[in-house]
Antibody, heavy 118, light 106 residues
Framework: QVQLQQWGAGLLKPSETLSLTCAVS????????WSWIRQPPGMGLEWIGE???????NYNPSLKSRVTIFGDTSKNQFYLKLRSVAAADTAVYYC????????????WGHGTLVTVSS | DIQMTQSPSTLSASVGDRVTITCRAS??????LAWYQQKPGKAPKLLIY???NLESGVPSRFSGSGSGTEFTLTISSLQPDDFATYFC????????FGQGTKLEIK
């Protein structure tokens, strides 16, 4: 059974860098594709980007200039960094798995609320 | 960018009702569409993939149809556990989600 456990700092000040970790259990990180998605309070879902098993990454063009997603196969984990955060980046952030590129997102983490406030 | 538009935004219904939610894509996405159910404080749960395929473990009262730009999610007989928010998502070109449909108890 694939499980995604995520964590990271929950309160940031404007201009700081958001950092989240997603730990994969039940299968190897070296297979499949791994995404980050966010959901502002009371709003819809926005895909942030994905990383594949070889370390290649694809990003939402609207966030591409501030986002880095990378992985560590030795720890079976992947990471999200979002630079220069603002109040508009306040959201619940989810990690998720796709079996392949362009496949359904079938396993999700529980979500991490990140609040940006001065 | 592929835009996804759901309707209605809110739907009031009773246990036992048959309900349908519609999702439209701004351009053809073939059948690369998924439906998710989300409850407050929880991650989305995959219900339907490739427009009409039921994810393992999902009750058969859920069904999906459509292709190209028009898609529907139907719940044949609402159960108390079904009152939640539903999102469509295209995965023809990365991922884009609809804005959600909140299914409320009438």
């Amino acid at each position: 059974q694939v499980q995604l456990q995520q964590w990271g700092a929950g309160l940031l000040k404007p201009s700081e860098t958001l950092s989240l970790t997603c730990a994969v259990s039940g299968e190897s990180f070296s297979a499949h594709y791994w995404s980050w998605i966010r959901q502002p309070p009371g709003m819809g879902l926005e895909w942030i980007g994905e990383i594949d098993h070889s370390g290649g990454a694809n990003y939402n063009p609207s966030l591409k200039s501030r986002v880095t997603i990378f992985g560590d196969t030795s720890k079976n984990q992947f990471y999200l960094k979002l630079r220069s955060v603002a109040a508009a980046d306040t959201a619940v952030y989810y990690c998720a798995r796709a079996y392949c590129s362009g496949c359904k997102l079938d396993y999700w983490g529980h979500g991490t609320l990140v609040t940006v406030s001065s | 960018d592929i835009q996804m538009t759901q309707s209605p935004s809110t739907l009031s219904a009773s246990v036992g009702d048959r309900v349908t939610i519609t999702c439209r894509a701004s351009q053809s996405i073939s059948s690369w569409l998924a439906w998710y159910q989300q409850k407050p404080g929880k991650a989305p749960k995959l219900l339907i993939y490739k427009a009409s395929n039921l994810e393992s473990g999902v009750p058969s009262r859920f069904s999906g149809s459509g292709s190209g730009t028009e898609f529907t999610l139907t719940i044949s007989s609402l159960q108390p556990d079904d009152f939640a928010t539903y999102f469509c998502q295209q995965y023809n070109n990365y991922y884009t989600f609809g804005q959600g449909t909140k299914l409320e108890i009438k």
